[in-house]
Antibody, heavy 118, light 114 residues
Framework: EVQLVESGGVVVRPGGSLRLSCAASGFTFDDYNMHWVRQVPGKRLEWVSLITWSGGGTYYADSVKGRFTISRDNSKNSLYLQMNSLRPDDSALYYC???????????WGQGTLVTVSS | DIVMTQSPDSLAVSLGERATINCKSSQSLLYRSNNKNYLAWYQQKPGQPPKLLVYWASTRESGVPDRFTGSGSGTDFTLTISSLQAEDVAVYYCQQYSNTPPWTFGQGTKVEIK
């Protein structure tokens, strides 16, 4: 069974930093691209970042470019999101999701909540 | 960036009746080279993450009931629930994966029981 479990979400002050983690199991992790997607409760989903299966390619939404860094450790079946210079509008539930072989996001974790507030 | 716009924002349908959700993209999602539309539909129930229902605009994900049908091509797409069940109460999102990054989602359509 495919499982994605996010962790690391906390309350942080504006300008602060945070690293989110996503532990994957139930599939061959290094066969798949991985995404981070965020959602303010009750609002639309917003794609944040993608990392290719090898880690050789990374892509970011304009809203986080230069502040967030996606990475992965295939030996640990883990995905990460380093978030720097956090702003109140970064507050959201952050999901990791698998980029399926048919390109849609076929499995999602339960999410981890990030709150940026003074 | 491709903008995805869904309609309506919400709808209330009686149990057993048909629910229809529309999604319009600001650019064509059809690749002529493989004749595929790069569009997916997701279902998000309260307190849960999104779940993939349909990809390539009309291919049902494994395990998804056949009352869910995706259709459309180019810039106009539809998700139809042929006979609404109580467990179908959710917010439904369309998403394009054609011109990426970024991957973009519609604003969501909330489906409720009338």
């Amino acid at each position: 069974e495919v499982q994605l479990v996010e962790s690391g979400g906390v309350v942080v002050r504006p300008g602060g930093s945070l690293r989110l983690s996503c532990a994957a199991s139930g599939f061959t992790f290094d066969d798949y691209n991985m995404h981070w997607v965020r959602q303010v409760p009750g609002k639309r989903l917003e794609w944040v970042s993608l990392i290719t299966w090898s880690g050789g390619g990374t892509y970011y939404a304009d809203s986080v470019k230069g502040r967030f860094t996606i990475s992965r450790d295939n030996s640990k079946n883990s995905l990460y999101l380093q978030m720097n210079s956090l702003r109140p509008d970064d507050s959201a539930l952050y999901y990791c999701a698998r980029g399926g072989t048919e390109l849609a996001l076929d499995y999602w974790g339960q999410g981890t909540l990030v709150t940026v507030s003074s | 960036d491709i903008v995805m716009t869904q309609s309506p924002d919400s709808l209330a349908v009686s149990l057993g009746e048909r629910a229809t959700i529309n999604c319009k993209s600001s650019q064509s999602l059809l690749y002529r080279s493989n004749n595929k539309n790069y569009l997916a539909w997701y279902q998000q129930k309260p307190g849960q993450p999104p779940k993939l229902l349909v990809y390539w605009a009309s291919t049902r994900e494994s395990g998804v009931p056949d009352r869910f049908t995706g259709s459309g091509s180019g810039t106009d797409f539809t998700l139809t629930i042929s006979s609404l069940q109580a467990e179908d109460v959710a917010v439904y999102y369309c998403q394009q994966y054609s011109n990426t990054p970024p991957w973009t989602f519609g604003q969501g359509t909330k489906v409720e029981i009338k």
